[in-house]
């Protein structure tokens, strides 16, 4: 049982009245528009007739696959609208450009040069609307010799370093275990959007915006980068152990594994008070921090001999309480059902009748405001779902629209 009801705010409205094009596919474009819609843009999905954006047809139930709404669909698309649109034809492109008029925003995460070969590149959308914001996302940047190579969420953990210093020196190279430069590309496109929107109020102009994955993913490699470049130590995989400290990584209690970061002197010694080792402070071995470091592999030896004798949840208050930083290495569905998410209200769930789901659970935005909590106001769009809205927006009728549809055009 929880222990209290968490506390619904209202939903968060920053970019209410923000307009977005979203020409998207698979994660790292909706992922960027998902958090814009979670604040309150209207964010319009513009998906090729045939078939969508791809995640449809992607995620662990085949049969919302089959139904274009696949769960890897559903993770990142609540909230928008879809209308559908051939870009490959002309009238297509010429609605593509009547929605453009009044759009604030444009994402798109095609290769470098596929807009322009469409004539729907920067140059020819800023001149139908000057204040228009357009972010493209790829994998290597609009420049270099790599800007037209195809690019992946693996190929890019793999080019980025991420793969080198990711398991240990048994089984890196190694993946992250789910699509970590899809993300970062997508959080790095949310936040120079939204920056750019900013600027807009002052200038009334508005940007292009070129977001690389390959670059997203090397900033955030922070810490491993700076030591290479300002301290010359190339990072090699260390496992599940912290380099930059002992005891400090993964150990094991009577029932599973458990993190433990004692990375300074004062939590070193509480730890050892705790697990009833006090003689650990004193050995020349591991009294100073650097010397900790050296002989990782006796002191966590030493450290597991205790933690055995108890359960993690036990030992993780226990050390928690003594200002040691601790935590069970918990499952997805262990985290989704603590305590700790259902307080935060961090998952949504959201009425969804189609494909006989009912309703849907959703994770939102990682913060919340003191007055608003980020939320999807809708469900999930079935492909062309709002074409008579959008379109009827720009002066055609339903018939208009289904005689578009008859040549493919939506």
Aim: overall charge negative.
């Amino acid at each position: 049982m929880m222990a209290e009801e968490p506390r619904a705010l209202p939903q968060a409205d920053l970019l209410a009245g923000v307009r977005v094009l979203d020409l998207t596919n698979i994660l790292s474009g909706p992922y960027c528009t998902y958090q814009m819609a979670l604040l309150g843009a209207e964010v319009i999905k513009v998906e090729n007739p045939a078939g969508g954006d791809l995640a449809r047809q992607l995620g662990a139930a085949p049969d919302l696959n089959r139904q274009l709404l696949g769960t890897s669909f559903l993770a990142q698309n609540a909230g928008k609208k879809s209308v559908s649109l051939n870009l490959k034809a002309p009238e297509g492109r010429d609605l593509f450009k009547q929605l453009v008029k009044d759009a604030d925003v444009v994402v798109e995460n095609f290769r470098p040069g596929v807009m322009d070969r469409l004539g729907l590149g920067h140059d020819v959308l800023s001149h139908v609307n000057p204040g228009l914001i357009f972010c493209a996302i790829s994998g290597f940047g609009q420049q270099g010799p790599l800007r037209g190579n195809p690019a992946y969420d693996q190929i890019v953990q793999g080019m980025s370093g991420v793969m080198s210093i990711t398991g240990d020196k048994e089984s890196a190279p190694m993946r992250v275990g789910y699509p970590l430069c899809d993300t970062l590309g997508g959080l790095a496109s949310a936040f120079a959007v939204v920056s750019a929107l900013y600027a807009r109020r002052e200038t009334g102009k508005g940007r292009f915006i070129d977001v690389s994955m390959l670059d997203s993913t090397l900033s955030a490699l922070g810490w491993a980068v700076s030591n290479y470049l300002l301290g010359g130590v190339e990072p090699s995989p260390i496992g599940n152990q912290n380099m930059t400290a002992a005891p400090s990584g993964v150990f094991t209690a009577a029932d599973g594994p458990l993190n433990i970061a004692a990375n300074k002197q004062e939590q070193f010694e509480a730890l050892a008070r705790e697990l009833g080792r006090d003689d650990l402070i004193t050995d020349p071995r591991f009294a100073a921090r650097e010397d900790r470091k050296i002989h990782r592999a006796e002191l966590n030896a030493q450290i597991n001999a205790a933690l055995v004798t108890r359960p993690a949840a036990v030992w993780e208050e226990q050390l928690n309480r003594a200002g040691v930083p601790s935590g069970r290495v918990m499952t997805i569905p262990e985290v989704l059902s603590s305590e700790q998410v259902h307080l935060r209200r961090l998952v949504q769930n959201i009425p969804f009748d189609e494909a006989g789901l009912g309703a849907i659970e959703v994770v939102r935005a990682g913060f919340r405001f003191a007055d608003s909590e980020p939320s999807a106001r809708s469900a999930p769009p079935l492909l062309g779902e709002h074409n008579e809205a959008i379109y009827g927006e720009l002066g055609l009728s339903a018939d208009a629209v289904a005689a578009l549809r008859e040549r493919k055009v939506v």
